[in-house]
């Protein structure tokens, strides 16, 4: 087990200094939730900003934390993509390590690339307005959000970058990613949608990771969706997870 643990954690290490070489992963984590993040404020904020209601701060830095760590996971698979491709994989799977190392690993560097990404909306947020209404844990608790979205959508990341398609596959999670931050409660109240809408942007992943970061920063409810949360995090690593661990090790052995 100590094996494991420490052979995950070289791997970890390996992918986050790779990724902080890369343009695509840190401008997909870094500059572009900060860029959509100033969009959606200074040009929507106040035309979103309801009578007496909370300021769409609250819904934007969890909206653009979340889809933002997501959007990231992507730049991340045509990375893996790319490792396929060169043969990395393969040599990875000769040398006398741990199978699990390099699922592990990547699983712990998706986490902490979403972890960082977040710490950075956060701070962008509070520059625009954002306050911490529930106090330091409440902070801290906001920041794990992301974390744990991460930590169920990393095993389809992974199905899609060993697959033979990645790359072009890849690419239509970012799209369909980039669209849904426009169907969920954090850009605007689910009210505001058509009827017949409703109940899939307020059940779909984003909105529920958003409802429990801003009951968090803000105040109000926070266990029915930090409760959704989990159960998407859990469904989608029980669905993929296999998968993923499958794939992986078909790539590695081309």
């Excluded at 986050?16 to 404020?41: D, G, H, K």
């Excluded at 390590?97 to 950075?120: F, K, N, Q, W």
Aim: glycine share 12%; net charge positive; charged share 10%.
């Amino acid at each position: 087990m100590t094996t494991l643990i420490d052979q995950s954690l070289v791997e970890t290490g390996r992918l986050l200094r790779r990724w902080s070489r890369q343009q695509e992963v840190l401008t997909t984590t870094l500059l572009l939730p900060i860029l959509l993040l100033l969009m959606f404020e200074l040009v929507l904020g106040k035309s979103l900003t309801p009578p007496g209601g909370a300021e769409p701060i609250y819904g934007f830095v969890p909206m653009i934390a979340v889809a933002g760590a997501m959007y990231g996971a992507t730049g991340t698979g045509l990375s893996l993509y790319g490792e396929r491709q060169s043969g990395l994989l393969r040599r990875f799977w000769v040398l006398p390590i741990h199978r699990s190392a390099g699922l592990i690993g990547r699983l712990l560097a998706e986490c902490a690339r979403a972890l960082a990404a977040t710490v950075v909306v956060l701070v962008v947020g509070v520059l625009l307005g954002l306050r911490f209404h529930e106090g330091v844990l409440g902070a801290l608790g906001a920041l794990l959000v992301p974390v744990l979205v991460i930590a169920g959508f990393t095993p389809m990341v992974i199905v899609v970058g060993v697959s033979a398609i990645g790359d072009k596959v890849v690419q239509i999670f970012a799209a369909v990613l980039l669209l849904a931050m426009f169907f969920n409660s954090g850009f605007v109240p689910v009210q505001n949608y058509p009827e017949w809408l409703q109940p899939i942007v307020r059940g779909q992943p984003i909105s529920c990771a958003v409802e429990a970061m801003r009951g968090l920063l803000l105040g109000g409810p926070v266990a029915t969706p930090l409760a959704q949360t989990v159960a998407w995090s859990v469904g989608l690593t029980a669905v993929f997870g296999f998968l993923a661990v499958r794939g992986y090790r078909a790539a590695a052995r081309q």
